[in-house]
């Protein structure tokens, strides 16, 4: 058995899981995330993603293997792994009928925290993630992005310092993503290790440092986002032009590859490993100036497909 | 986990429970006030005064006794196995299976739930006897502790209900098919010593019948059956059902997959 880094937020080793169904969900995973890591987990439906954050969260029991939280195994030392552990679940699973601050105090109460202590907790979440307004709501009554955002309130109340959530911004709107990314990068910065799944590859691609890919219950991959993105062979960049164009560009090196897209932008397909200075020299010299410029497919969307299919 | 946050984790669920009944206090308090009422005005009032003396004691305030303890039962059982079971419906049992508080809390936290709506109720129904009878209870102690021990009894059954249950169906049929029929033929609007000898003795299985009459023998001082046979029954039963339903949890029945 490999040995287990003490500076791990988790260690998972040889886990397995078949249902009682007999579906095999998980089929022998190894994985470390180091601690204050922003680590993202992506896999397609049903690959095993929650199977993993169930086992860690207790919910479901492995068949076999070990998980360790900072060091102690989840099924000897419970109660100082679940306190070092918040859990944001993919469905929402709060009361329909409390109130929004009852949540979160409540919450508060199963770890030991009461009275002033457990308001001033769901006070500081609350207000953090605009809730606080919403306090004597009840939960119902609140919007899909307040839910989710209301998960968040309530797993971070006793202060974890493993964070783990479950495709958090799932049908949330974009400047309300955004907002939740800049919430959840300034608690990782002030020292909570982050696993994160999504199915917006976007969202790992800006916020995490490491990934592992899961596909059918195996680890396909499991390196850092940028030796990941650096596998990517090829990249193609769309140029938005001041001007009209009758014909492309052209380009003396072979590897540049250019295609008309309309009048006013062209493609540009070429080498990762090359930059792209050449280009703007090459388009000036042309006498074709340039308004904006942007990749044109996302990188890690194309890396992820590939890791599937492989 | 340390002593004291077990305390507020178990003290969180009560209050979390209490809260519950409370705000929907005209689906948990008000219709067995409603019922028990309409059983004293028309057994006990209209018919009971027709019926005349049933174990020495004039009929209204024979069967006072046994409709409170129906009140208790029915309502310390409805309260754990509905709450517990919306916990589970809803996924916010999630919320307390990932925290750190043992099983045996999660337990109690119920289990107090629903004896507080047991007793909560039992005392509505008791005011509300006062409209009809004066009551004037026998043996104070032993009476509140047959209330807190079968209030706990049917607590702990409605929890292991709610562990089995999958739908809500399942949380009806034990109460309509079981405790409704072992409370209706356990002592609580006759004395078994109406019953011929076959009749005594299928009674004598009924535990419902040992919890009714106990209570009745706190109030009014007759009872059908031994005192210390029925406590100890209720003794046994609270830790038979307390062993059972701890097992489940740490099994994970119905909760963990």
């Known amino acids: ?120 907790r769901a006070e500081k979440y609350l207000r953090k993630l605009d809730l606080w307004e919403k306090r004597d709501n009840r939960s119902r009554m609140l919007s899909g992005g307040m839910k989710r955002r209301l998960m968040i309130a309530r797993a971070l109340v006793h202060e974890p310092k493993l964070l783990i959530l479950d495709e958090p911004t799932a049908g949330v709107d974009i400047e309300l993503r955004r907002s939740m990314w800049e919430f959840l990068q300034e608690l990782n910065r002030n020292g909570t290790t982050i696993i994160l799944t999504t199915h917006y590859l976007e969202e790992a691609e800006s916020l995490c440092r490491n990934i592992a890919i899961i596909n059918q219950g195996q680890i396909v991959e499991n390196t850092s986002m940028r030796k990941l993105l650096d596998k990517l062979a090829r990249q193609t960049l769309v140029f938005d032009t001041c001007d009209e164009l009758a014909t492309a560009p052209t380009f003396e090196d072979a590897d540049i590859q250019c295609n008309m897209i309309d009048s006013h932008s062209f493609e540009i397909s070429l080498s990762t490993s090359r930059d792209i200075n050449g280009i703007y020299a090459a388009l000036s010299e042309q006498g074709i100036l340039i308004r904006g410029m942007r990749n044109k497919t996302n990188r890690l969307e194309e890396l992820f497909l590939s890791s599937l299919k492989n | 986990m340390l002593t004291n946050h077990k305390y507020i984790a178990f003290e969180t669920i009560l209050i979390k429970e209490i809260r519950r009944f409370t705000r929907i206090w005209l689906q948990t308090l008000v219709p067995p006030a409603i019922t028990i009422g309409l059983y004293f005005l028309i057994f006990g009032n209209l018919i009971g005064s027709r019926i005349g003396q049933m174990g020495g004691f004039d009929y209204m305030d024979f069967i006072v006794p046994g409709l409170i303890m129906m009140a208790v039962i029915q309502n310390a059982y409805a309260n754990v196995s509905s709450s517990f079971f919306s916990n589970k419906f809803q996924r916010c049992i999630e919320e307390i299976l990932v925290s750190p508080v043992p099983n045996y809390i999660i337990l109690l936290g119920f289990v107090a739930g629903g004896m507080a709506r047991g007793v909560a109720v039992g005392l509505i129904v008791t005011a509300m006897s006062f409209f009809f009878t004066s009551l004037h209870i026998e043996h104070v102690f032993l009476t509140l502790l047959v209330v807190l021990l079968t209030s706990m009894v049917f607590s702990l059954a409605g929890f292991i209900n709610a562990l089995y249950a999958n739908t809500f169906d399942d949380i009806s049929i034990i109460p309509t098919f079981v405790l409704t029929p072992l409370i209706y033929l356990g002592g609580v609007f006759y004395s078994i010593e109406l019953l011929p000898s076959f009749g005594q003795w299928i009674s004598a299985l009924n535990p419902v019948l040992y919890m009714v009459n106990t209570f009745r023998y706190g109030i009014l001082g007759t009872s059908d059956v031994n005192i210390v046979v029925a406590l100890l029954m209720l003794g046994v039963f609270s830790a038979g059902l307390f062993g059972v339903a701890l097992y489940l949890l740490r099994k994970g029945t119905g909760l963990r997959q």
């Open chain 1, 1 to 120: 058995m490999q040995t287990i880094s003490p500076k791990n937020a988790i260690s998972i080793r040889g886990l397995t899981k078949t249902y009682a169904n007999g579906f095999q969900a998980l089929k022998g995973i190894d994985l470390d995330v180091k601690e204050n890591d922003f680590f993202a987990l992506l896999g397609p439906n049903g690959a095993g993603k929650s199977t993993i954050i169930g086992i860690i969260s207790t919910l479901v029991r492995a068949s076999s293997g070990a998980i360790q939280v900072f060091g102690q195994d989840v099924a000897t030392h419970v109660y100082e792994t679940k306190l070092s552990l918040g859990i944001v679940p993919q469905e929402i699973n709060f009361s329909q009928f409390e109130k929004v601050g009852d949540i979160v105090i409540t919450q508060a109460g199963y770890y030991g925290l009461r009275g002033e202590l457990a308001k001033q």
